[in-house]
Structure formats: C-alpha cells, structure tokens
C-alpha cells in the first residue's frame, strides 16, 4: 500500500520562509515523478513544482518560479519544497503527489498517489 506522508508548514510572516517534507512508502524502486500542488479557499488546486524520478528535470508553475525549490533524495523516498519570500497570496493547503515516471508535469489528473495535506498561512 503506498503513503504519502507530509510534515512541515505552518504560519510565517511575509518575505519569509518554509520548508515542506514528504515521504513516500510502499513503492518499489525510486522511479516515480513527484510534484506539489496547493489549493487555497475558493481556488482551484494548482500544481507549483514537480520533480523527475531521476531528478534531472524540474518545472515550476510561473507563480513560485525562483521563490520555490523542489528537490528529492531517492534513498529516504523523499520530496522536499523550499519555499523562500513568501506572500500572503501563498496562503494554501499544500499537497504532495507521487505519480509513476511515466507521467510529468503539473496536471493533478497525472497523479495517483497524494498525501493528507498540510497548510501554509503566510500574514502580512
């Protein structure tokens, strides 16, 4: 059975920072792409950043482009968000997502596995 697990967030002043952790147990193997998406009230969810299963390739929604940094260390099947000069339009629910390495980019539907959720409340 494959988890997703999220730590991390929490509430930051703006033009700070956070950083977001996930695991994922239950694969075999690391070739799987990963990705974070957010979704704030009201809004639709948003994919901000995903990460190739070899690590190589990463895309960024233009929104955290040089604010937002994803990366992935394959022998603890873990992702990780860095997330620099925050804003309060950063508010949001944050998931994680695995998918398998076939599927990349920052469309929710290539995802199949996602973790519970963690939330970011940045004031101003």
């Known amino acids: 059975q494959v988890q997703v697990l999220q730590s991390g967030g929490g509430l930051v002043q703006a033009g700070g920072s956070l950083s977001l952790s996930c695991i994922v147990t239950?694969?075999?193997?690391?070739?799987?792409?990963m990705a974070w998406f957010r979704q704030a009230p009201g809004k639709e969810r948003e994919g901000i950043a995903c990460?190739?299963?070899?690590?190589?390739?990463?895309q960024y929604a233009g929104s955290v482009r040089g604010r937002f940094t994803i990366s992935k260390d394959d022998g603890k099947n873990t992702a990780y968000l860095q997330m620099n000069r925050l804003a309060p339009d950063d508010t949001a629910m944050y998931y994680c997502?695995?998918?398998?390495?076939?599927?990349?980019?920052?469309?929710?539907?290539?995802?199949?596995?996602w973790g519970q959720g963690t939330q970011v409340t940045v004031s101003s």
């Open positions: 997502a695995t998918a398998t390495a076939d599927q990349y980019g920052l469309e929710a539907s290539k995802y199949k596995w």
């Open positions: 239950g694969l075999t193997g690391d070739d799987y792409t």
């Open positions: 990460i190739s299963w070899a690590g190589y390739t990463t």
